[in-house]
């Protein structure tokens, strides 16, 4: 009783039963009703034409002619005297008829009327008609219909009803088979595959079973299977390439640490590897201030605190930070500012969305191209654009730039040093700032990012 196709078909045989069984009824006793009442109205046409044939020709040759037509059908005829004695009867012997009526002296009948109705338990239904003929005999007509036809009637009546039940309970069947193969198979289907996928087995295939809820619902599993794969396929590749990012700052650490603290080596070589050591622990410490960011968007525990400041001067010290990376790889940075306005967002967010996307710019670019960062005031809202002449990103990769951990070309972006953290927590610092950043780009021709605060 627990598929759902059991519990449809019980819902469905309960419905057209009773409904069924209520039109059944009310046809089964209308088309009865309408048939005796036809014929109990015919019974009562022919006898009450005996009684006046009688009354205007009454003699026995009258009365022969009358139990002589109602010999052969299916009705009979009895004709009485005023006490009750029969004169002339179509059956022989007449006792047959007569022990199906009251006695005849007991009947007190004034005008035509049915005598007996009961057809269900009586061989005949029977009708009185009384006859006088003027200032002479009197008597009455008694007419007798056998009850077999109507009796086949109804029998051949509840025989058309069972088999339309039983044809309805065949259907009901069809149907159940049906439901069972359309609904129930894909559910179960369904439910083993959600079964495996929560045990971390993605390969998943679910039949296309049509454009109805069904087939939404299983193509959203199957895409639902696709995409936890490609995420456990990201987070490994993603878990390796920050172990092996922070293995090669960390054996430069360790080996030039060593190095420094020899005794007797020169104090120019010794600044050339402190110097090492500096900029492997400043990469160290963005990749590990990535990461926590990254760890703060999972959790939803960003803090935005916005305020007013200066564009230009906030901008300088931004430049300021990226300049020498740009000068080492004689890259220009040109910065398009016309007028300086009041920023309203929290500077240090701010600082790090650009830093992302100027780093990027740098990263995926060749040596000595240019970037360009423009900044300007839109209907309320300030606008930076950061467009390089890089590597750019393709069609294909565009959708996915800013999803958490997707990297385009892996082994390029690896070697470039990118982790695939940095466009996803940009996207979520200027979403909860309530601001948007878009992208633009060509595939060997550069990029162009957008953030509209
Ligand atoms: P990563 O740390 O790998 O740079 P990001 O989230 O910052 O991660 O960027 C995602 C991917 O988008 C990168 O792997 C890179 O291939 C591509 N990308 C980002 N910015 C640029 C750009 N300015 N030019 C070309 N490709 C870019």
């Not at 059991?6 to 009310?26: G, N």
């Not at 007797?264 to 110097?275: A, M, P, S």
């Not at 927590?425 to 953030?451: D, I, M, N």
């Amino acid at each position: 009783m627990n598929r759902i196709s059991t519990k449809l078909t019980a819902y469905f045989f309960v419905t057209v039963l009773i409904m069924e069984t209520s039109l059944m009824l009310y046809l089964h006793r209308n088309i009865i009703d309408s048939r005796t009442e036809e014929e109990f109205n015919r019974l009562l046409a022919n006898g009450s034409n005996h009684r006046d044939v009688l009354t205007a020709y009454y003699s026995e040759t009258t009365m022969k002619h009358i139990v002589l037509m109602e010999k052969d059908g299916d009705r009979e005829v009895l004709i009485t005297d005023a006490r009750g004695e029969i004169i002339s009867s179509s059956a022989e012997p007449e006792e047959r008829l007569k022990k199906y009526l009251p006695p005849l002296d007991t009947i007190n009948a004034t005008e035509d009327q049915i005598l007996y109705a009961d057809w269900k338990d009586m061989p005949y239904i029977i009708s009185v008609h009384p006859y006088q003929v003027a200032s002479g005999p009197s008597g009455y007509v008694i007419m007798f219909q056998s009850t077999t036809s109507i009796k086949h009637l109804v029998a051949k009546l509840n025989m058309h009803f069972g088999l339309a039940g039983v044809t309805s309970v065949a259907a009901l069947f069809i149907i159940y088979a049906f439901l069972s193969k359309f609904l129930t198979r894909p559910l179960i289907r369904m439910k083993e595959a959600t079964e495996k996928l929560s045990k971390g087995d993605f390969d998943v295939s679910l039949p296309v079973i049509g454009k109805d809820e069904l087939g939404e619902l299983s193509g959203s599993i199957q895409k639902l299977a696709g995409d936890l794969e490609r995420l456990t396929v990201e987070r490994n590749e993603f878990l390796a390439a920050t172990a092996h990012e922070l293995s090669t700052p960390l054996t430069y650490l360790n080996g030039y640490s060593k190095v420094a603290r020899r005794q007797g080596i020169q104090e120019e070589e010794r600044n050339r590897y402190l110097d090492i050591i500096a900029e492997e622990s400043e990469r160290m410490k963005e990749l590990v201030h990535n990461l926590l960011d990254l760890a703060k968007v999972d959790e939803n525990s960003f803090t935005v605190s916005k305020e007013s400041f200066l564009a230009r001067a906030f901008i300088r010290d931004v430049i300021k930070l990226v300049e020498p990376s740009f000068a080492v790889k004689k890259m220009g940075l040109e910065v398009v500012m016309d007028e300086d306005f009041k920023i309203y967002a929290d500077p240090v967010r701010l600082e790090q969305i650009l830093l992302n996307l100027l780093d990027n710019a740098l990263k995926y670019s060749n040596e000595a191209s240019a970037v360009t960062l423009e900044v300007y005031k839109k209907e309320e809202r300030t606008v930076f654009r950061i467009t390089d002449s890089g590597l750019g990103i393709s069609k294909q990769d565009l959708p996915f730039i800013f999803e958490r951990l997707y990297r385009v070309e892996k082994s390029r972006s690896r070697s470039l040093g990118g982790s695939g953290i940095g466009l996803s927590v940009v996207k979520e610092l200027v979403e909860a700032h309530g601001g948007s950043v878009e992208v633009t780009s060509q595939l060997g021709q550069g990029s162009t990012f957008t953030v509209t605060l």
